[in-house]
């Protein structure tokens, strides 16, 4: 990602994430990069609607989306830089959140996964920044929505807030948002879930972990909707 960044402190693990990511099974990453040279047009950002319809009503505080008391937590893995992820998330999580999310049988736990070299991007600095008020999966589904609009505009400073004013169709406070970007426990959030991608050793594609009071399976490699599913009734 060829983005600007938030100033971070080192990688806490970032050789053993590279090392794991590097040739499982030639899974594709197209990073989204900043456009340079030219005039840049306004970021269309489209979706906002049917992103608040999708999620709105569901209980959601900082990374979780769904009832505190669901009997199964699915943790879930992604990279909104990642170019086939989006696919991924609206085959599998997508279905989930308008299922047994919104019927208070499972709950969504999001961690930031980065998955190239380049590590975190701009973007997952402002998704975590969009949790501090409760919106964070309001911000990761109207990004990977507008994901193409992305690559076209680059997924800089500006097209981000593109994306929060498309959050904002509701109660959403772009300007605290902005200044959320700035905090340093952001940072702090983002160490600690590359530390658990790392010590769980996810390869370079989307992953979840489902638990439940039957125990816990971890799947990776962008697992299916109906794997994910499975687990969920062998945890439950």
């Known amino acids: 990602m060829d983005d600007e960044r938030s100033p971070r402190r080192p990688r806490l693990i970032g050789v053993l994430v590279l090392a794991l990511c590097v040739g499982i099974l030639g899974f594709a990453i197209v990073s989204l990069s900043v456009g340079s ?5 306004e970021a269309q950002v489209t979706g906002a609607e049917e992103v608040q319809s999708l ?30 992820c989006s696919d991924w998330n609206r085959e599998v999580i997508v279905p989930m959140i308008r299922g047994p999310v919104r019927s208070g049988d499972v709950q969504l736990v999001y961690h930031n996964f980065p998955m190239t070299a380049s590590g975190f991007f701009l973007g997952a600095y402002a998704a975590v920044a969009a949790a501090k008020q409760d919106y964070e999966w309001q ?17 800089d400073q500006d097209f981000l807030n593109a994306i929060a004013r498309g959050v904002g169709v509701v109660n959403f406070n772009v300007e605290q948002w902005q200044e959320d970007m700035k905090d340093p426990d952001i940072q702090d959030t983002l160490d600690a879930d590359e530390k658990i991608s790392a010590e769980r050793r996810l390869p370079a594609e989307p992953a979840v972990v ?3 009071e039957n ?22």
């Open 210 to 212: 489902v638990g439940g």
């Open 139 to 155: 911000f990761i589904q109207l990004f990977f929505s507008n994901q193409e609009e992305a690559k076209k505009q680059g997924a």
């Open 55 to 84: 999620v709105g009503g569901i209980p959601q505080s900082g990374a979780r989306l769904g009832a505190a008391d669901a009997p199964v937590t699915v943790q879930v893995f992604n990279d909104l830089s990642c170019d086939p």
């Open 215 to 236: 125990g816990t399976q971890q799947l990776i490699q962008s697992p299916s909707l109906a794997a994910v599913q499975a687990a969920i009734t062998e945890v439950r």
């Open 37 to 41: 040279g030219g005039e840049k047009s």
